[in-house]
């Protein structure tokens, strides 16, 4: 996901801002400095409301990701967007309880914010007016964020909430994605439909610029819908095959004791291949990548053994030859990695690689099956 930069990790969990973030924290606080420009106090208020309202959207998801932690969904980044945030989860849920809880969470704590500075609107109202007033504005926002959220459209949060019950209910996980997707992508078209009314049609007093935003945000739902539905499609293709059908045991192996130059010329060259089990007479040893190359100057290759730069067999990550496919991609993601070898016995019978996965995937797709 480009266009973002780092925050910072808090729990553990990288946060990312999208670059739309910034125009909304100028429109909020310029709409609420509106009434007058001229005064310090009003553009103060503005500058801590947008502040409050993206600690709101942090906490919100905060949320979601300690309780998918406590259920074991480890989340790797969240990215926080116009209206939410997107987390970048190395695994589903393995269960529609979990699931359920985690999808939950997060409108919940939005509704407990907005129940908050209720109270503070009704403990300052008769005296603090401008802090009376941005209490209101934060209570009303954080209670349209659970509620937008739990439109029932995968993947927010309240598609989620949907398929979780139809998975309870089915016992489908599959199906129940294809659903809860294809509904998201109906909410999605619906706000287009909707934006575009308004635009022409001005119901209810709205102008052209709410039914342009309402237009934004069906497309930017039916975009999230369509990938995760992609997304669905290809895990579902990696189930129900274990390593040993999906791993290559054609796979090039280098002595140890050759030096970084011998393996360039000696095998980069001539085959191409970027990654290389280095072995002896005693069995594998380790794997060597492109990264661990490029990690040598070039005038000292010359001088490298492969045995100082690769990386050792009891460091690596390693697969069962009967472990399913679909779990050695989401170690491979929860590792950044793009290769694991697979060991059988105390040898390494194979090498799995994301390629290997991936031409996989292409290959059932075409064939359509
Ligand atoms: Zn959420």
Same mark, same amino acid.
């Given at each position: 996901?480009?266009? !973002? *930069? ?37 553009? /103060? ?20 990701? $300690? ?19 997107? /987390? ?34 009704? @403990? ?11 209490? *209101? %504005?934060? *209570? ?39 659903? /809860? ?26 102008? %052209? ?6 237009? @934004?945000?069906? %497309? ?6 369509? !990938? ?9 293709? $990696? ?16 002595? $140890? ?21 280095? /072995? ?7 794997? $060597? ?11 000292? %290759? ?68």
């Amino acid at each position: 996901m480009g266009n !973002a *930069f780092n925050l910072g990790k808090l729990f553990g969990i990288q946060f990312r801002l999208h670059y739309t973030w910034f125009i909304i924290f100028v429109l909020v606080t310029v709409s609420l400095v509106y009434p007058d420009w001229s005064s310090p106090l009003y553009w /103060a208020m503005g500058i801590v409301t947008s502040l409050l309202f993206f600690t709101s959207i942090l906490a919100h998801e905060l949320a979601h990701s $300690l309780v998918g932690r406590a259920n074991n969904i480890p989340i790797k980044s969240i990215t926080l967007f116009v209206f939410g945030g997107v /987390a970048q989860m190395t695994r589903e849920a393995r269960s529609a309880g979990a699931e359920l809880k985690m999808a939950v969470a997060g409108p919940a704590c939005s509704l407990v914010i907005s129940s908050l500075f209720y109270l503070v609107f009704l @403990f300052t109202k008769d005296a603090v007016a401008p802090v009376a007033d941005m209490a *209101f %504005w934060l *209570f009303i926002i954080n209670a349209a964020l659970a509620a937008f959220n739990l439109i029932p459209g995968f993947p927010l949060d309240g598609g989620r909430v949907f398929r979780s019950i139809l998975w309870q209910v089915t016992g489908n996980y599959k199906r129940s994605t294809r659903i /809860a997707t294809r509904v998201g992508q109906g909410v999605g078209y619906s706000f287009i439909l909707g934006g575009i009314l308004i635009v022409f049609l001005h119901p209810f007093g709205l102008d %052209w610029f709410s039914g342009l935003w309402l237009v @934004f945000i069906g %497309w930017f739902l039916e975009n999230a819908a369509s !990938a995760s539905y992609r997304q669905a499609q290809w895990r579902g293709a $990696l189930q129900g095959f274990t390593a040993s059908q999906v791993m290559t045991s054609d796979y090039p192996v280098v002595p $140890l004791s050759i030096t970084v130059s011998q393996l360039v010329q000696g095998y980069i060259f001539t085959s191409g291949r970027g990654c290389f089990l280095v /072995a002896d007479e005693d069995g594998v040893r380790g794997i $060597l990548t492109l990264p661990n190359i490029k990690s040598v100057s070039q005038p000292n %290759w010359g001088v490298t053994q492969v045995r100082e730069i690769m990386t050792p067999v009891d460091k690596l990550k390693i697969a069962h030859p009967d472990q399913d496919a679909l779990s050695i991609l989401e170690q491979m993601d929860e590792s950044s990695i793009n290769q694991m070898p697979v060991v059988s016995g105390g040898r390494v019978i194979g090498l799995i690689t994301r390629d290997n996965l991936i031409r996989l995937l292409r290959t059932r797709a075409e064939l359509g099956i």
